[in-house]
RNA sequence: CGGGAUGUAGUGUAACGGCUAACAUUCUCGCUUUGGGAGCGAGCGAUUCCGGGUUCGAAUCCCGGCAUCCCGACCA
């Protein structure tokens, strides 16, 4: 992509109404643009991060099982009065023709339950599990720190389904196994942890992944040995580790990254999702459900790789992997940093160049730290000199210089 | 939903109750510049959030509403 073909643009100062780091860099850079409080657009930049995480969200749900679909976001307000949850203060309430009564889907249990009336009938058709990338929206009270808590806001959630509560068991535990690597992967691995939560009226606990940040809404309580974490709200119920037993449990602000629940039988009742089993025997299905939202994981992201010049994206998420600066407006320089370009793009490697001829170095090297890519390449008449181009790091002051037809190697390494 | 703060060109800010609402930046045009948000000149851009009130006179004071941010409550 050329920065003189990107509609966005970057900001130098920060609006004045983005007190959180994620809204301020993130707005400032042109990846988002508020539209009222808690909902945003995702602008070019914005959405390749966002459909990066998805990606690798979607392999790993792949990889076990996960079967990907998309249900709609709006459903009959009368789904909801089945389970009891039409009264919810985070739904959104709307009415279509002939006053007929929807809702704008908070999650998709209301929806998923009732649907797979058609597709469970006997034991044979269990266990699988379905998902899908949703919009969903929820009335919060106080939106609040940029897009980690939203009205409106993309999520992956999971549903599984299954004869009884074991197979439920290990399937959830392959669940757990998937989302450490989704963490893993795009970065927040070592930050994120294991953390026992409520787990409603069915199950002792859920699970949360909690991942470490000062803007955290939650307090977990933290193992050391075991890695794994209490929720504030349970540790009257839970004060030592459910792993260890251990009383030394340190507290640390932190906000969920994905909430992991075996729902049992609780939707499947209030519908009747039934299935035969080998006798004809009718039971109900056990469901589990497994939540990430996107926009929260590409904030949190914001909010802990960045220094005081603007964004260090991680490379699995990063918008673009290099960062092609061609720095002064002059023919040789124009046309090296082209053909940089070209090699670059048909090698494979993604790459945001910076090919404005009418902007200052300065302003260049600051776009270029805002914006946050893995990768800077710099072409101007100094490194021509030398037949080479310029290489440095997002998270370092170290520039290499290395030759013009070793830049695809050098970058590759 | 309770409490607090704030609403002024696209953005960031200024303006004692009193002149044509100012400055920087963005943007447009011209010239000059090019290794860390360059320089000079000219220009465009505002119903001061909305409605009411006080006053000879309101961006400024008062009331109501709305919006945004923050704290709290809430939050599978």
Known sequence: MKLSQLFTKTAKEAPADADSVNARLLTQAGFIQKQMAGVYNFLPLGLRVLNKIENIIREEMNAIGGQEMVMPALTQEESWQKTGRASLDILFHLQGQNDAKMVLNPTHEEVITPMMKRFIASYRDLPFAAYQFQVKFRNEARA???ILRGREFPMKDLYSF????????????????????????????????????????????????????????????????????VNA????????????????????????????????????????LTYKD????????????????????????????NDDKGLMWPE????YKVHLIALENEPGVAKSAQKAYKELKERGIEVLFDDRPDVSAGEKF???????????VVVSKKTLQNKSVEIKGRHTDKMTLVGQDKLLKAIED
Do not use: W
């Open 162 to 229: 299954h004869a009884d509560e074991k197979d439920l068991d290990d399937y959830y535990e392959k669940v757990k196994a998937a989302y450490f690597k989704i963490y893993e992967r795009v970065g927040l691995g070592e930050k994120t942890i294991l953390t026992f939560a409520s787990g409603g009226a069915f199950s002792k606990y859920s699970h949360e992944f909690q991942t470490f940040c000062e803007v955290g809404e939650d307090t977990i309580h933290l193992c050391e040995k075991c890695r794994v974490a």
């Open 316 to 319: 699995s998420v990063a918008p």
């Open 366 to 376: 600051a776009d270029a730290d805002l914006i946050g890519l893995p990768i800077r």
């Open 278 to 305: 080998a006798k004809g025997q009718d039971h109900l299905v056990e469901m589990g459900c497994y939540g990430i939202g996107l926009s929260r994981l590409m904030g949190i992201i914001a909010d802990i790789f």
């Open 144 to 146: 609040k720190s940029g």
């Open 233 to 272: 709200d349970i540790l009257q119920d839970q004060n030592s580790c459910p792993e260890c037993g251990n009383k030394q449990l340190k507290p640390y602000k932190a906000v969920e990254v994905g909430n992991i629940f075996k729902l049992r039988t609780k939707f499947s009742e209030p519908f009747g």
